[in-house]
């Protein structure tokens, strides 16, 4: 690489930033994991000054990731303080997701089971702390954060989509969750599902893309719901591989429904 090229890089806008990296922010969501979740370590806090010298350490350690480029107004502090203000909200809304996955799966022995194992809550757990840091106008973190998870278990969910308590998902690889989806409480989603747009047109940005959820809504695998004017009513059932582009009415069940066909083999199989 010659010295003009070499050159042309230091010119870049982001050149003089200095960001810590993906495997640091993800690392500093999974300290806090095991802050609001001990069963799910070794080494837990043995009493409350030790609690509030680690919950003080993850506080300074977010300060100091909170580059002024990656907020609104550049007070890292501030910021640092509502977001830790409203964790135990998160942690509760955590604890409804978590009863829902147990008690929602049958194969399911303990709540401690699902917290180190299940890839869904783990997905769960990233996009509600890259949430909260969206709605307080973070930039990339929360980006960096939900895509940690995505790259981790195939569920992306974007950090600006809205999603109401006792969230369940089940096996859950393949599942997108689009920027602009709305999801109210109780739904339950199989692996496989998209919440989509109709349109990936840039000039759509900020626009309503992606569907509605409303409560108690089951959505079996493969099936793809689009559109920012799609409303699955509440109380429904959407089967696995249905295709949706527009709304459904409250208690609907909507599946799709193969032709298959049966017939004898040409070959007769004999036992030798």
């Known amino acids: 690489m010659n010295d003009d090229f070499l050159g042309d890089l230091l010119k870049r806008p982001s050149a003089g930033i200095t960001l810590p990296s ?14 609001l979740f001990p069963e799910n370590e ?15 350490e993850l506080k300074d350690t977010l300060k100091g990731m ?17 977001f830790f203000a409203v964790l135990p909200e998160v942690y509760q809304i955590l604890r409804t997701d978590l009863r ?3 008690e929602g799966d049958p194969a399911a022995r303990s709540q401690t089971e699902v917290l ?11 996009y509600r702390i890259a949430h909260q840091l969206a709605i307080l106008g973070v930039s990339l973190m929360p980006r960096i954060l939900t895509e940690h998870a995505h790259s981790k278990t195939g569920i992306d969910i974007h950090p600006l989509a809205r ?9 859950g690889t393949g599942i997108v969750i689009g920027e602009t989806s709305l999801l109210g409480k109780n739904v339950k989603i199989y692996q496989g599902v998209t919440l989509g747009a109709m349109s990936v047109s840039k000039s759509l940005a900020g626009n309503k893309r992606h569907p509605t959820v409303e409560d108690n809504v089951v959505i079996y695998s493969g099936a793809t719901i689009l559109g920012g004017e799609t409303v699955i009513g509440h109380d429904s ?25 049966l017939g004898k083999s040409k070959q007769t ?3 030798s």
Do not use: C, M
Request: no cysteine.
């Open 116 to 126: 180190r194992t299940y890839p869904g809550f783990y997905a769960i757990y990233f």
């Open 163 to 171: 999603i109401g308590e006792y969230f369940h998902i089940d096996h």
């Open 237 to 261: 059932v959407v089967g696995g591989n249905v295709w949706l582009t527009e709304s459904i009415p409250p208690y609907s069940t909507a599946y799709h429904s193969p032709v298959i066909r």
């Open 22 to 35: 993906n495997e640091f922010i993800a690392t500093w969501a999974l300290e806090l994991l095991h802050l």
């Open 66 to 82: 909170l580059h002024p480029s990656l907020l609104p107004e550049g007070n890292a502090e501030s910021i640092t303080e509502a």
């Open 42 to 56: 070794e080494s837990k806090a043995q009493n409350l000054i030790e609690l509030k010298a680690r919950s003080q």
């Open 269 to 271: 199989h004999t036992n």
């Open 100 to 102: 829902a996955i147990f």
